[in-house]
């Protein structure tokens, strides 16, 4: 049973072209992440939302957006993709309250730019 | 402060034995300790995870030794077998109300049939 589902799993796109990554989950958790993990390195956090309220890194750059429609769906927008945002991008999920439990990760989705 | 720190970066044990993966970290209020194992294309999973008030944990062949003293904390794969062979991350959240989890750097895993 899915919980934390991540579309499409591949994903190639052109330099400089839109992109749109979609995340949806089936737990009902508060907090929703994402994470851009490149190879052979640790994920690393772009931002989350808690419910609705948005909470961007300081270092993720300008390039990167979300939207959170729902308490289901959390989506990733790459505005304009360079080779350097080659990566697999993880989705997770927390149930956040009343104190931070496991973080439910997608399969990913694996993004090349070309 | 910040950062978690994951030792070593790969790791390769003999079917059977002991793998032990170690990590540090600085910031006290981090209040929550998860393990993750993640398969080459997938996406990490909860292997264990252990809060500051408990030295240790154990779940079937896993273990979280936690040194709250020494800010340290540690997994141990006991009769480690080929299908643990991983990339294994710890992480540390908190305080409560943050929601942040940071993650080690990962350590390679392999285990020799």
């Known amino acids: 049973d899915a919980m934390v589902i991540q579309n499409p799993r591949y994903q190639v796109t052109q330099f400089g072209k839109p992109v749109t990554l979609s995340c949806s989950q089936t737990?009902?958790?508060?907090?929703m992440y994402w994470y851009q993990q490149k190879s052979s390195q640790a994920p690393k956090l772009l931002f989350h939302?808690?419910?609705?309220?948005?909470?961007n890194e300081a270092d993720t750059p300008d390039n990167f957006q979300s939207r959170r429609p729902n308490t289901s769906f959390c989506f990733l927008d790459i505005r304009s993709p360079g080779l350097g945002d080659a990566a697999m991008y993880l989705c997770?999920?927390?149930?956040?309250?009343?104190?931070?439990?496991?973080?439910?990760f997608g399969q990913g989705t694996r993004l090349t730019v070309v | 402060q910040q950062q978690v720190k994951q030792s070593p970066q790969s790791l390769i044990v003999q079917k059977g034995g002991i793998s032990i993966i170690n990590c540090a970290y600085e910031?006290?209020?981090?209040?929550?300790f998860p393990w993750y194992q993640q398969f080459p294309g997938k996406g990490p999973a909860l292997l264990i995870a252990?809060?500051?008030?408990?030295s240790e944990k154990k779940e079937g062949r896993f273990t979280i030794s936690f040194n709250k003293s020494a800010k340290q904390f540690s997994l141990h794969i006991m009769d480690s077998q080929p299908g643990d062979s991983a990339t294994y991350f710890c992480a540390a959240s908190g305080p409560s109300g943050t929601y942040k989890y940071i993650f080690g750097t990962g350590t390679r895993l392999k285990v020799l049939a």
């Open positions: 939302y808690y419910d609705k309220d948005f909470n």
């Open positions: 997770a999920t927390s149930r956040g309250y009343p104190t931070n439990t496991e973080a439910f």
């Open positions: 252990i809060r500051p008030d408990v």
């Open positions: 737990l009902n958790h508060n907090v």
């Open positions: 910031n006290t209020a981090f209040d929550y």
